[in-house]
């Protein structure tokens, strides 16, 4: 992933990157319930637990990091459609910052 990232970075003169990950804790839950689905062929490899540590490994200039919950804004504008476990469901994995929607300016 480092090595896609300094690519993007070498063929663009700034760019922004936007893309959810998970964290390591939620990586191993999604494997384990991915194996019990029998889905095999959508196992996960990667994960981010903080967002400025993981573009820290990035040798460019980082203007600004930051990630927010995943879930957040979709459960304001449409949580109420989805049923009550679902909705917990969601509020915890925001709560322990299992899945991100990550954010990086790259100069």
């Not at 203007?63 to 949580?79: A, H, N, R, T």
């Amino acid at each position: 992933i480092i090595n896609l990232i300094c690519t993007m970075k070498n063929n663009f003169k700034a760019c922004e990157l936007v893309f959810d990950a998970v964290c390591k804790n939620g990586l191993k839950r999604s494997n384990r319930y991915e194996k019990k689905s029998g889905n095999r062929e959508a196992t996960m490899y990667f994960y981010v637990n903080n967002a400025v540590k993981f573009f820290d490994k990035i040798p460019f200039n980082i203007q600004s990091v930051y990630s927010y919950p995943f879930y957040e804004k979709f459960l304001k504008i449409s949580g109420k459609k989805c049923s009550l476990k679902t909705q917990m469901i969601m509020k915890i994995s925001d709560l322990f910052n299992m899945v991100k929607i990550i954010r990086a300016k790259l100069n």
